[in-house]
């Protein structure tokens, strides 16, 4: 199974890699090709707009030099221009007559021929200079070839000066340009390969790496951890995902010690009112003094699990969202007292001295639900008993204080220890205290206290024991 997921990863991992570097290659690509492109008309562009103005220029030039002659003249003078023109190996030089056939030559076509290109028929109809580049008909070669008209006076055609010269050099230059530049191109689009394939491998590897850390967490490797290496977005990511794992492995912990706990919790008063319900059954207590008192433990008993699944049933209402309060005008002072006489003779029982410290305002008005704030403030002393009792002392009072009121709970017990303390408010934290219970009541405390907008702190007093403080805010 193992293997099989491994096997997934892979194969996510390299298509995830060929998608990124398909998408950024395809993007450098086309933007080298468009690049390569424009270049390269550019430079053709220049090279053929430069030979070609020279041409027009030249033989325009000679056919203004030649105006002035007639035709007698002007086969005179072409013969002379011709045997002293010295670039006839890279240019050939035509004079043709008004037909169109070359009547003399440095180079190339014999004398008597017609070149038959269109640069020669538009020149002599149009009396314009005209260009033509292509392939010569009788040799196949890539030329280009300017024909200029020579007009005599300006009125009579006497013929037409031709300019012509090979473009294979051109070609060949302007294709070593080419493939430079593509090679260059090249280049730069191996290095954007290899960056980006260096670039994903540093990502993919981490998220795989996270990826399958994720899937033994969701096996049950809870508390598995992430080798940390790089102080970036992938760095938080993998803290994020070991602390996670921590608080997952912790909520686990906590949730079977709460399971244990509360087995233990429901077995214990199960045990005892199973016990005494038998005892009383099978008619062995003679004394109706041993009958009241094993009564008397089923009815403790049987109110401690009530209690018990009244708490867990708050905290299933809180964890689902059902848990609501009904709102109302009341005065807290009063649903303190009653709960403080209520605990008192509890607590005399027990031998737990409980003073309560009144405030001095008659009434102290705020909005709350009062069967809620009766379930905190008992819990909150059932707690100062259970944990604080063996100070054989709890201190109540009440007070008004910046438009607060404050209530604060103070038993004389061992207190709480340090390293417990940002915990004790956690659902189902019991820490290291043996005393019974579910751990949850503190967590559905603050809750109420939270929805009637509220602050819930617990610390421990000076001189001793575990102080609870409750603010709440006053109506105006």
């Not at 008597?112 to 040799?139: F, H, I, K, M, Y």
């Not at 405390?445 to 024991?465: D, F, K, M, Q, Y």
Request: net charge negative; with cysteine; proline share 3%.
């Amino acid at each position: 199974m193992a293997e099989r997921v491994r096997l997934k990863d892979k194969k996510t991992i390299r298509g995830i890699r060929q998608r990124w570097l398909v998408n950024s290659l395809g993007a450098v690509l086309l933007i080298l090709l468009l690049a390569l492109g424009t270049l390269s008309m550019a430079l053709w562009s220049y090279y053929n707009t430069a030979m070609t103005t020279g041409l027009e220029a030249r033989a325009s030039n000679v056919a203004a030099t030649f105006r002035l002659y007639t035709r007698s003249e002007y086969h005179t003078a072409a013969q002379a221009y011709i045997d002293g023109f010295e670039e006839k190996n890279r240019i050939e030089v035509q004079f043709l007559d008004t037909y169109g056939t070359v009547i003399y030559t440095g180079q190339g076509l014999a004398v008597g021929t017609v070149p038959g290109t269109p640069d020669v028929a538009s020149a002599l109809e149009d009396r314009a200079v005209r260009a033509w580049q292509g392939n010569d008909p009788v040799t196949g070669e890539h030329i280009m070839a300017v024909s200029a008209p020579v007009v005599y006076k300006g009125s009579q055609l006497v013929g037409a000066v031709r300019f012509v010269t090979s473009l294979e050099a051109m070609d060949r230059q302007l294709s070593l340009a080419i493939l430079t530049i593509a090679l260059v191109g090249l280049c730069i689009l191996a290095l954007v390969y290899f960056s980006n394939l260096t670039f994903v491998r540093s990502i993919l590897e981490p998220l795989a790496s996270i990826n399958e850390t994720a899937r033994m967490i969701a096996g049950g490797s809870y508390g598995v951890q992430i080798e940390k290496t790089f102080d970036d977005e992938i760095g938080e990511l993998t803290e994020t995902i070991n602390n996670m794992s921590i608080k997952v492995m912790q909520a686990e912990k906590t949730q079977q010690e709460f399971l244990s706990s509360v087995s233990h919790e429901l077995r214990t008063p199960l045990t005892a009112i199973n016990g005494w319900a038998e005892t009383i059954q099978s008619g062995e207590l003679g004394d109706p003094k041993d009958v009241a008192h094993g009564m008397d433990i089923i009815v403790s008993e049987t109110r401690r699990l009530t209690n018990m699944v009244e708490e867990l049933l708050e905290f299933s209402r809180i964890s689902d969202g059902r848990f609501t309060l009904a709102v109302e005008m009341l005065d807290l002072k009063a649903e303190l007292e009653d709960a403080v006489y209520t605990y008192r003779e509890f607590f005399r029982q027990d031998g737990i001295e409980l003073s309560y410290d009144d405030c001095p305002e008659e009434m102290l008005p705020i909005s709350g639900d009062p069967e809620r704030l009766r379930q905190v403030f008992c819990n909150l002393l059932d707690n100062a008993a259970k944990h604080g009792g063996s100070g054989k002392r709890i201190d109540v009072s009440l007070a008004a204080e910046e438009e607060q009121a404050v209530i604060r709970i103070r038993d004389h017990g061992p207190g709480i220890p340090a390293e417990e303390l940002p915990f004790v408010k956690n659902r189902f934290y019991k820490g290291s205290s043996n005393a019974r219970g579910s751990g949850i009541g503190l967590a559905v405390c603050e809750e109420i206290v939270s929805r009637h907008e509220g602050t819930l702190e617990l610390g421990n007093a000076p001189g001793g024991g575990c102080l609870v403080t409750v603010r709440l805010p006053l109506e105006a």
